[in-house]
């Protein structure tokens, strides 16, 4: 009879460790990581050869190469050049400068047609993705059609003091789009949003945008090569080791500017030293499918993050009914509700600079850091759990702010008391 018990003894014990110890389940959680390489407007005839002697001296061909679609009748036309490019990794377009949201809604299928055709014949297959660094909703739904899967270059909580671009409340891990706005998450299949680089967690938000995965910005940081490298590569390693349920980086470059401002030999030595990592590496469209092949729905992310750059510790919530960002275990410094959203002005309309379609936040109180969007000054403490906020900031959100409203309140009492009695010895 005991015998018999045995075979039952591993289920039993694999299903309590998941109820106690819920990170258990995450040990062997992935830790996927893309590199990538943007030719933009400043690529010419001239850094062909350089580019691909420079890829030459990296053991490495998982590269995604994004091409800014203005070069369609110069660069896509190097024949040689293209084919020789096409054995570092996967080629995809780049929209840029103007972004699509610049365009009317018609003019963007066209234009992504178009973009299909040249790159079909050109480079020899159609594109998986799109490189934007300002996504696009209109554009999202419409490369559905075509067979396309992802758009990547998302720029975490920026504020449209960077490149006339604000979208602020999106996600830097992969995520399915909503039809509805781009930067909010789906619980069906969609197209992917991958992120232009990651962000720290918390510093970036805190102290300067500068401080993310880019080497030559965390270089204008520190001003120290040295001191730039250690500190994102110990961000690369604090989001594999943080991040839940699935824990990815992005890595990307704009390859004519680091060749113009002479980094080259910095980037190549930072590339290298990230190769040498444990990392699953792969193209974003093998992330994409990988994505696709694992989630019916964007996944729930929650996880607790020390920032390298000082040690603080910051706490995400994320999913399709919120995003919830807590700082010292104590303090709810940013809160947005997906569903109380409208949907992206740009679905309809078309834009001018800068094109903002920041979402609505509940609670936006990160920090004043450098190139980021001011604090608003309206944290709520709770030290709770995490998951349980939506329905305390309900119950006892206005009773917090009337706490928090106290002493102006008083304020006010006191003054017109004293404007009473003025007046009564007035009269």
């Given amino acids: ?57 990296i053991n490495y061909s998982k590269w995604t190469i994004a091409i800014w679609f203005g070069h369609c009748d110069t660069i896509l036309s190097n024949a040689t050049f293209i084919n020789t490019l096409k054995n570092y990794g996967e080629l995809i377009p780049a929209i840029n400068s103007p972004s699509m949201q610049e365009i009317s809604p018609y003019e963007r299928e066209t234009y992504i047609v178009n973009v299909i055709n040249n790159w079909t014949t050109k480079i020899g297959y159609a594109p998986k993705g799109l490189m934007m660094f300002q996504p696009d909703t209109k554009t999202a739904n419409i490369i559905k059609n075509y067979n396309m899967t992802y758009i990547q270059g998302y720029c975490f909580e920026q504020y449209q003091a ?13 995520y399915y789009a ?17 992120p232009h680089n990651i962000w720290d967690w918390r510093a970036s938000l805190e102290i300067n945008h500068l401080l993310n995965t880019h080497i030559q910005n965390s270089y204008s940081h520190f001003n120290n090569f040295t001191q730039a490298k250690l500190y994102s590569l ?52 093998e992330t994409a499918q990988w994505f696709n ?59 001018t600079l800068p094109i903002i379609y920041s979402l609505y936040y509940t609670i936006d109180d990160f920090g ?32 917090d702010l009337i706490y928090q409203l106290f002493p102006l309140i008083l304020t006010l009492f006191f003054l017109f008391a004293c404007f009473e009695i003025l007046k009564r010895g007035m009269t």
Wanted: contains cysteine.
């Fill in 368 to 399: 004043n850091g450098y190139l980021r969007s001011p604090s608003q000054g309206n944290f709520v403490t709770y030290c709770g759990d995490l998951s349980k906020f939506p329905d305390y900031y309900t119950t006892f959100g206005t009773k």
């Fill in 1 to 57: 009879m005991k015998k018999n018990l045995i075979p039952l003894f591993f289920p039993l014990f694999f299903i309590i460790m998941i109820f106690m110890f819920p990170s258990f389940v995450y040990a062997n959680s992935p830790k996927i990581i893309n590199l990538s390489l943007i030719l933009f407007g400043q690529f010419n005839t001239t850094m062909q050869q350089p580019l691909l002697n420079w890829l030459g001296t």
């Fill in 293 to 351: 092949d694992n989630y019916a729905s964007t996944p729930q992310y929650h996880f607790t993050f020390t920032s390298p750059y000082d040690g603080k510790s910051v706490e995400w919530l994320y999913n399709t009914q919120y995003r919830i960002t807590r700082y010292d275990n104590n303090k709810v410094v940013g809160y947005i509700k997906y569903q109380n959203q409208n949907q992206d002005p740009y679905l309809t309309q078309i834009g």
């Fill in 162 to 174: 960077v490149d006339d671009m604000g979208m602020r409340g999106g996600w830097q891990q992969p």
């Fill in 234 to 285: 110990s961000l690369i390693e604090a989001t594999m080791n943080s991040v839940e349920p699935l824990a990815y980086v992005m890595v990307q470059h704009e390859w004519d500017w680091i060749y113009n401002i002479g980094f080259l030999d910095n980037l190549k030595t930072y590339i290298n030293e990230i190769l040498a990592k444990p990392y699953t590496f792969q193209m974003c469209n």
């Fill in 178 to 194: 909503s039809e509805s706005h781009v930067l909010i998450p789906s619980s069906q299949k969609g197209i992917i949003i991958l």
